[in-house]
């Protein structure tokens, strides 16, 4: 996601966490802002683009190597390349952020990446190997040709909120918080973070990966990138079909990042 996808996942996040967990996270962070998620929720991306954090661009991805919108599916074993991915990352940033003995600036950077990695394994074209999660797709979005991904990431989200600022994230972040609380999302997110368990981070993450991986099939192309290539504009009837999925997808990030945070306070701090 971009920053508005970010900064949204954070704030939604901040609605669920205990009073005893947000205190700790203010702590670790060092900011007892009220937008103390939000604030550092894109650092990832800002380190990855400089030279002595090169190392981390592969942690914001999983590159599935299925065969959309045929076959979808993450395996582990077989697509978390070498120098790591956003499963194994989770897993790294959960065991770190929980573990005492780290410096206050290594737990600090432990918990900006995890909750930047935590939102992006929704982004399902964060979880697809197919022309490096859609950035070779060449497509037209609002007159604009861009690509598929960074549509999804950036340029969907902003047309639909208007703005990228954390006003306009925290904004839509108390539509979503109403949706999880007492709308389209309340009697589905139980699912989101059934089976979740900090103590299996793999399995889990892998989880994660898996649902969101499926939406590319089933929701980001559906009858294959070709097809969305040569659309004339992704505006409006592509836009219509998908952007109730990304807001979803940053809803039960937001969620499940919240939980996440919960249980390591609770089991492992
Ligand atoms: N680091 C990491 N994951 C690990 C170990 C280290 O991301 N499992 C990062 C944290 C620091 C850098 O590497 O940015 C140096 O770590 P250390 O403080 O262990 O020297
Ligand atoms: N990305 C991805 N899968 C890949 C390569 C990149 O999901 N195989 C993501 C990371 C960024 C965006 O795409 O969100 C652009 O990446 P880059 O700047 O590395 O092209
Ligand atoms: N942009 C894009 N696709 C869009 C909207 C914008 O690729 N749908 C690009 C064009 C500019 C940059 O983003 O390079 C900033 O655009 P703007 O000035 O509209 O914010
Ligand atoms: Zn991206
Ligand atoms: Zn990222």
């Not at 996040?13 to 998620?37: E, F, H, R």
């Not at 991306?45 to 942690?59: C, H, I, K, Q, V």
């Not at 914001?60 to 070498?82: K, L, M, Q, W």
Request: proline share 3%.
């Amino acid at each position: 996601w971009g920053a508005l996808g970010h900064a949204t996942v954070a704030y939604v996040a901040q609605n669920y966490l205990s009073a005893a967990t947000a205190s700790w996270a203010q702590g670790v962070l060092a900011d007892t802002s009220t937008s103390y998620l939000a604030n550092i929720a894109s650092w990832a991306d800002t380190f990855r683009s400089t030279t002595a954090g090169a190392w981390s661009a592969p942690l914001h991805f999983i590159d599935a190597e299925d065969n959309p919108p045929t076959s979808c599916s993450v395996n582990y074993a077989r697509d978390c390349g070498a120098t790591g991915c956003v499963v194994s990352a989770i897993a790294n940033y959960t065991q770190r952020v929980g573990d005492g003995r780290l410096s206050a600036a290594d737990a600090a950077e432990a918990l900006r990446f995890l909750v930047h990695f935590v939102g992006d394994i929704t982004q399902p074209l964060h979880d697809e190997a197919f022309e490096a999660g859609a950035n070779g797709v060449a497509v037209t979005f609002m007159g604009f040709s861009d690509n598929l991904h960074s549509d999804w990431d950036t340029f969907m989200p902003e047309e639909l909120i208007g703005g990228s600022s954390l006003a306009d994230a925290q904004s839509w972040a108390t539509t979503l918080i109403s949706e999880i609380d007492s709308g389209t999302y309340e009697s589905t997110k139980a699912s989101w973070i059934a089976g979740d368990d900090v103590g299996n981070v793999i399995t889990t993450a892998t989880r994660w990966a898996t649902d969101a991986n499926a939406l590319v099939c089933s929701v980001v192309m559906p009858n294959g990138a070709a097809a969305l290539t040569a659309e004339t504009d992704l505006f409006p009837t592509y836009y219509d079909d998908v952007i109730g999925t990304i807001e979803l997808q940053i809803a039960k990030g937001g969620y499940r990042l919240a939980n996440w945070l919960n249980t390591i306070f609770e089991t492992e701090v």
